[in-house]
């Protein structure tokens, strides 16, 4: 529905670019410069409790910004709404898999599949290779999947809690999980983005899959060399209380490798090309009943019940799936690793997304978003101009949109013509797209990509320790551009 001729709508996927050729630069720049101010301010306030709440309540002000430069460029109220809503919309699939891990995490606790993947993973791997192996078994899953979120929501989750215990810190883990989880979701062709990414340029995927690897490798190499060097150089200090803390999830739960069986069905199932929400259903059902099955103990105290029946069983796997659950040990730290939140404890960061979505909404409905994008394209005055303008155009629309879709669908559109002028193949922008969109949503924390990674890796939206190691995804932007000052790898298009 179009409010305003000089308004109009580009459908892409499901995603709609909105230009608005009344708003100048300045105007569009306003809420994200608003947005930036009072978020810097809050931080200040509140530190790492920003996210907690108030950073929420600061996405709507910006996007109360944003309303108001539109009501001063003739855009009404009800297109704001109506892009709100279809953003909202566009997240229903991550906001319902964010609800499923919730779930997935909590029986997996309580049927002991978790701590298992944390007890035979502290005596396989120690601190000085603890890291690397991190990256490696990340991006093995991943590639498998084409999902990073699924990787973090499964093995993720257990070398955190393997490499706490080895005590070695959550930011770094968490970094190494997610360099290994996004270079699987980069080259795996079961990606959305790898799809999504050739499809806005005009490619084709297993070209694209190819120019990626030219600047994708090299940035998972350096990655590992760094990971292996702070890997020689870690205190190895809490080494010795791995004994005392098998001993403690082994007093615990009753540990079998058969309980890997539900892990590698969940993993099988999306290795199919089960969707991802499917899946983790059935995974956080099969957990339930494993519960039941090899830690009766355990469901009948979350019960609060004396025996195990069928109304005991019943409610402790609810609860599992629902609410918070903890099982005690006797290591104080393992008390503090062997918590979940169920469904209930995703509900902050559902809350998180829904705002940046309210803000990313109403900033396409008045069209600030392309009219960002057209601004930088504008200023690509040279190839390494082109390229660098993508790159700040992904990283812009991260921070604004707080989407990583939306990262590649707007450069996407924007600048394929651009490429074409230029004499470029589309392979160009895809890999720019994905090396500086997909990989950076993750070092947004209010950005959908970061709010989840914070939730499942640290059990709290907004943790931000992981992001001074996820060596991967900062260097990735950097690659691409140095690829492109020095003219490597550019495919022209006269050689197809």
Not at 268 to 293: C, D, Q, S
Not at 318 to 326: I, R, Y
Not at 440 to 451: E, F, M
């Amino acid at each position: 529905m179009q409010d305003d001729k000089n308004i109009s709508e580009l459908k892409i996927k499901d995603q709609k670019v909105i230009q608005n050729t009344e708003l100048s630069i300045w105007e569009a720049l306003v809420p994200v410069i608003a947005l930036i101010g009072m978020l810097a301010y809050n931080i200040y306030v509140y530190g790492d409790d920003a996210l907690s709440g108030s950073n929420q309540f600061i996405l709507l002000m910006g996007a109360a910004v944003a309303a108001i430069v539109g009501f001063l460029n003739k855009v009404k109220y009800k297109r704001m709404l109506e892009e709100v809503a279809e953003n909202v919309k566009s997240t229903t699939g991550a906001l319902l898999i964010l609800l499923m891990v919730g779930a997935l995490a909590g029986t997996w606790l309580v049927s002991g599949i978790i701590p298992t993947m944390i007890y035979y993973g502290l005596q396989i791997l120690n601190p000085t290779i603890f890291l690397a192996a991190c990256v490696v078994i990340c991006a093995i899953i991943s590639i498998a999947t084409g999902s990073s979120w699924t990787t973090s929501a499964t093995v993720g989750i257990a070398l955190v809690g393997i490499g706490e215990t080895l005590g070695i810190s959550m930011g770094m883990t968490a970094g190494a999980v997610l360099s290994g989880a996004y270079f699987g979701d980069k080259m795996s062709p079961l990606s959305d983005t790898t799809n999504l990414a050739p499809a806005m340029a005009g490619g084709e995927l297993f070209s694209h899959i190819k120019y990626m690897a030219y600047t994708t490798i090299p940035t998972i190499v350096i990655t590992l060399i760094i990971f292996v060097i702070i890997g020689l150089n870690l205190d190895t200090s809490g080494t010795p209380q791995i004994a005392d803390k098998l001993t403690a999830i082994d007093g615990a739960f009753n540990i079998s490798p058969w309980l890997f069986i539900v892990p590698v069905i969940v993993i099988f199932m999306i290795v199919k090309k089960t969707p991802p929400l499917i899946a983790l259903l059935i995974g956080a059902l099969l957990g339930g009943i494993t519960a039941i099955i090899a830690q009766p103990e355990i469901i009948v105290s979350i019960a609060g019940a004396e025996s195990l029946s069928f109304q005991s069983a019943y409610k402790g796997v609810m609860n599992a799936l629902t609410v918070d659950t903890a099982v005690t040990t006797s290591s104080a730290e393992l008390n503090d690793l062997f918590t979940a939140g169920g469904m209930k404890g995703m509900l902050g960061t559902i809350w998180l997304i829904v705002c940046a979505m309210v803000f990313g909404g109403v900033m396409d409905a008045i069209g600030a978003l392309s009219r960002i994008t057209d601004a930088l394209l504008k200023m690509a005055t040279s190839i390494f101009g082109l390229f660098a303008s993508t790159v700040a155009s992904c990283l812009a629309l991260n921070l604004s949109a707080s989407d990583q879709y939306l990262a590649l669908v707007v450069p996407g559109k924007m600048f394929k013509k651009a490429y074409e002028d230029r004499g470029l193949a589309p392979e160009n922008l895809s890999r720019t797209l994905e090396d500086s969109g997909t990989v950076t949503s993750v070092l947004i924390p209010w950005n959908t990509c970061g709010a989840y990674h914070s939730k499942v890796l640290f059990g709290y939206a907004g943790a931000t320790a992981y992001i001074p190691y996820a060596f991967f995804s900062i260097i990735s932007p950097f690659m691409t551009l140095l690829f492109a000052a020095f003219r490597i790898k550019i495919k022209q298009l006269s050689d197809k």
